[in-house]
């Protein structure tokens, strides 16, 4: 009774086509190198793992399930991310602490619910589906503040707002994982953040990562 259409075509009367579908369920691809603000002083360049580009079919199917209310699209990412975890499983380690980039409480309740955590809890399980000792700690928190349309500049003063709480008795080696990467500021405000812990990043993993900004076409993300 209520109408659907693929958030990333268009294509009436289905959810997701299978053409839309497809790319998340392509390997992962290391995609640090298109994030300018990721580099984190004194540390080595932090390796991240990112599903699709933030393009094109790709870019309307996440802006849908974070900001248009698709929440039907909630176990679509959750089931890619957990198939993901397991191509990147044999370079983490036996062991990894999975640490969501932590969402803004706004954000959180306009939602329905808590994305990063989402795709946080479905990551260690696939990492578990491969014999990795993983597990989920919410170690982080954020400031007030909205990232939708704001710039590169306004994104990273946001992102040195978050700080870690509890749990930093905590020894291990970290899993971040976001939504989105777009500058890469908020993954190393969140890799900055846990430096006053025991908890040592060692990689970042999201769903999508925006191109580099020369490869950005006409009205895609910035």
Not at 11 to 30: F, G, K, S
Not at 117 to 122: D, V
Not at 161 to 172: I, K, L, T
Request: aromatic content about 6%; some cysteine; glycine content about 10%.
């Amino acid at each position: 009774m209520v109408p659907v259409q693929c958030p990333g075509c268009g294509l009436r009367d289905v959810r997701w086509c299978e053409e839309c579908e497809a790319p998340w369920w392509e390997p992962p691809l290391r995609s640090e190198s298109a994030a300018p603000r990721l580099d984190v002083p004194g540390q080595p360049a932090l390796p991240v793992w990112a599903i699709a580009s933030l393009a094109g079919a790709n870019y309307g199917m996440v802006s849908a399930w974070k900001d248009a209310g698709r929440r039907d699209l909630d176990a679509f990412f959750a089931r890619a991310a957990r198939r993901a975890a397991r191509d990147i499983a044999s370079a983490l380690g036996p062991e990894i602490v999975v640490v969501p980039v932590p969402a803004r409480r706004s954000s959180t309740r306009r939602r329905g619910i808590d994305l990063p955590l989402l795709l946080a809890e479905s990551t260690a399980a696939g990492l578990l589906d491969e014999g990795v000792d993983a597990h989920v700690t919410t170690v982080l928190t954020i400031g007030s503040g909205e990232q939708r349309g704001a710039s590169a500049r306004e994104r990273w003063r946001q992102a040195s707002s978050m700080r870690a709480v509890g749990h930093c008795g905590e020894y291990g080696r970290v899993l971040l994982v976001d939504d989105v990467v777009t500058t890469g500021a908020t993954i190393a405000a969140a890799a900055r953040a846990l430096e006053v812990t025991f908890l040592t990043v060692g990689a970042g993993f999201c769903l999508a990562s925006a191109p580099a900004s020369g490869a950005r076409g006409s009205g895609q993300v910035s």
